[in-house]
C-alpha cells in the first residue's frame, strides 16, 4: 500500500460524512458525474448509492484498484465487472433496521389496508363501516425467506407482535430451515417476506407452484430483489384474489406506466425504498470510516464478498 491511499467516495464533504477522514488517504469527489482525473491512481472505491450502472462499469476502468465498497447489501451486479485481485466488500449490516422496518409496515398496512383509508381521506370519507374486519398480525404465521442478518433484524422487531416466526435460508443451521424444505414449510405461513439475494438460484424462484403452495389468504412481501418473483406467475395468483401482495421491488423496475401490476387487485406497491430512510446514513458512514482505517492500518476488512481478504 502507497504511503498515500487515493481514495473515490460518493459525497462532497467525505469528512464531515463520515466524522473524520482517516490519515493517509487523498480523496475525490465522484458520485456518476464528471470524472476525476485520478482514474489511474484510484486504489479505494466507494460508488455511490443510487448511482445506477454509471458508478459500477468504472470499476473495470480502474488499474491501480484495490477495494470497491459497496452501500449496498446486494453486489452480484458488480461481479461481472471486477478485476482478479479486487476485492469486494458489502454493507451488510447497513440496511438492516431500514428494510426490516419496511417489511413490518407493509404487512401492517396490507393487514389493516391502510391503502383504501388513505383512498377514502383523499375523497374525504368517512365510512360508518367496512364490509371487511382487517386482518391481524398477532397469532399468525410470518415465513422468512432467506434469513440472515436483514432477517434477524425483522424478527426482533416481529417480537412484539405475538406472531410465529419460520427461519429459513439456503443451508439449515440452528433454528434455520434448509431451503429445500419450503414445499412443506409453505402452506403453513400467512406471511411470506422474501430477503433473498439476486443469484441465478433465487432468479424466479417465487414461480407458480411457489405460489400455488402459499394457503388462501396468504401474503407475500417482497423486500428483496423483483428478479426473485416470477411476475407473469404472480398476477395470474393475484388475479384470482386468492393472495395479496406488499412489493418493495418489482422485475421490471421502475414498473411502468401502463403495467398491469399497478392496477392489479389485492397488490400494495412501495418504489423500492426499502434501505432509504435516516437509519441508513449513519450506519454508512460508520462502515466506510471503519473499512478506511481498517485498510490504512493494515487490519482485515469485514464484509469481504468477493476477491481476495485484506
Same mark, same amino acid.
Given at each position: 500500500?502507497?504511503?498515500?491511499?487515493?481514495? %473515490?467516495?460518493?459525497?462532497?464533504?467525505?469528512?464531515?460524512?463520515?466524522?473524520?477522514?482517516?490519515?493517509?488517504?487523498?480523496?475525490?469527489? &465522484?458520485?456518476?458525474?464528471?470524472?476525476?482525473?485520478?482514474?489511474?491512481?484510484?486504489? *479505494?472505491?466507494?460508488?455511490?448509492?443510487?448511482?445506477?450502472?454509471?458508478?459500477?462499469?468504472? *470499476?473495470?476502468?480502474?488499474?491501480?484498484?484495490? /477495494?470497491?465498497?459497496?452501500?449496498?447489501?446486494?453486489?452480484?451486479?458488480?461481479?461481472?465487472?471486477?478485476?482478479?485481485?479486487?476485492?469486494?466488500?458489502?454493507?451488510?449490516?447497513?440496511?438492516?433496521?431500514?428494510?426490516?422496518?419496511?417489511?413490518?409496515?407493509?404487512?401492517?398496512? @396490507? &393487514?389493516?389496508?391502510? =391503502?383504501?383509508?388513505?383512498?377514502?381521506?383523499?375523497?374525504?370519507? %368517512?365510512?360508518?363501516?367496512?364490509?371487511? /374486519?382487517?386482518?391481524?398480525?398477532?397469532?399468525?404465521?410470518? +415465513?422468512? +425467506?432467506? &434469513?440472515?442478518?436483514?432477517?434477524?433484524?425483522?424478527?426482533?422487531?416481529?417480537?412484539?407482535?405475538?406472531?410465529?416466526?419460520?427461519?429459513?435460508?439456503?443451508?439449515?443451521?440452528?433454528? *434455520?430451515?434448509?431451503?429445500?424444505?419450503?414445499?412443506?414449510?409453505?402452506?403453513?405461513?400467512?406471511?411470506?417476506?422474501?430477503?433473498?439475494?439476486?443469484?441465478?438460484?433465487?432468479?424466479?424462484? *417465487?414461480?407458480?407452484?411457489?405460489?400455488?403452495?402459499?394457503?388462501?389468504?396468504?401474503?407475500?412481501?417482497?423486500?428483496?430483489?423483483?428478479?426473485?418473483?416470477?411476475?407473469?406467475?404472480?398476477?395470474?395468483?393475484?388475479?384470482?384474489?386468492?393472495? @395479496?401482495?406488499?412489493?418493495?421491488?418489482?422485475?421490471?423496475?421502475?414498473?411502468?406506466?401502463?403495467?398491469?401490476? %399497478?392496477?392489479?387487485?389485492?397488490?400494495?406497491?412501495?418504489?423500492?425504498?426499502?434501505?432509504?430512510?435516516?437509519?441508513?446514513?449513519?450506519?454508512?458512514?460508520?462502515?466506510?470510516?471503519?473499512?478506511?482505517?481498517? &485498510?490504512?492500518?493494515?487490519?482485515?476488512?469485514?464484509?469481504?464478498?468477493?476477491?481476495? =481478504?485484506?
Amino acid at each position: 500500500m502507497a504511503d498515500v491511499v487515493k481514495a %473515490w467516495l460518493p459525497w462532497e464533504d467525505p469528512d464531515t460524512f463520515l466524522g473524520g477522514l482517516p490519515a493517509g488517504f487523498d480523496v475525490d469527489f &465522484y458520485d456518476g458525474g464528471e470524472r476525476p482525473e485520478s482514474l489511474a491512481e484510484v486504489e *479505494v472505491y466507494v460508488p455511490g448509492y443510487m448511482g445506477g450502472s454509471r458508478v459500477i462499469d468504472i *470499476v473495470g476502468e480502474m488499474p491501480a484498484l484495490k /477495494v470497491v465498497q459497496l452501500q449496498t447489501a446486494g453486489f452480484e451486479h458488480v461481479l461481472p465487472h471486477l478485476a482478479e485481485g479486487v476485492t469486494l466488500c458489502n454493507a451488510r449490516g447497513v440496511h438492516d433496521a431500514s428494510t426490516a422496518e419496511l417489511a413490518v409496515a407493509l404487512i401492517l398496512a @396490507s &393487514y389493516r389496508r391502510l =391503502p383504501r383509508a388513505v383512498r377514502d381521506q383523499e375523497k374525504q370519507l %368517512w365510512p360508518n363501516s367496512y364490509d371487511e /374486519v382487517d386482518d391481524s398480525l398477532a397469532d399468525r404465521t410470518v +415465513l422468512i +425467506l432467506g &434469513y440472515g442478518s436483514i432477517g434477524e433484524a425483522l424478527e426482533r422487531r416481529l417480537s412484539g407482535f405475538e406472531c410465529e416466526v419460520i427461519r429459513v435460508a439456503r443451508r439449515a443451521r440452528d433454528g *434455520v430451515h434448509p431451503i429445500s424444505e419450503l414445499p412443506e414449510l409453505l402452506p403453513r405461513a400467512d406471511v411470506v417476506v422474501l430477503l433473498t439475494p439476486a443469484t441465478a438460484e433465487t432468479r424466479g424462484m *417465487v414461480d407458480a407452484k411457489f405460489l400455488a403452495s402459499l394457503k388462501d389468504g396468504a401474503l407475500l412481501v417482497n423486500v428483496a430483489r423483483g428478479v426473485v418473483v416470477d411476475t407473469d406467475a404472480l398476477l395470474a395468483e393475484l388475479g384470482t384474489r386468492r393472495i @395479496s401482495a406488499a412489493l418493495d421491488v418489482t422485475d421490471p423496475e421502475p414498473l411502468p406506466a401502463g403495467h398491469p401490476l %399497478w392496477s392489479a387487485p389485492n397488490v400494495l406497491i412501495n418504489p423500492h425504498r426499502g434501505g432509504a430512510s435516516t437509519a441508513f446514513a449513519p450506519r454508512v458512514a460508520r462502515l466506510v470510516r471503519a473499512q478506511l482505517e481498517r &485498510y490504512a492500518s493494515g487490519e482485515p476488512l469485514i464484509n469481504v464478498v468477493a476477491g481476495p =481478504p485484506r
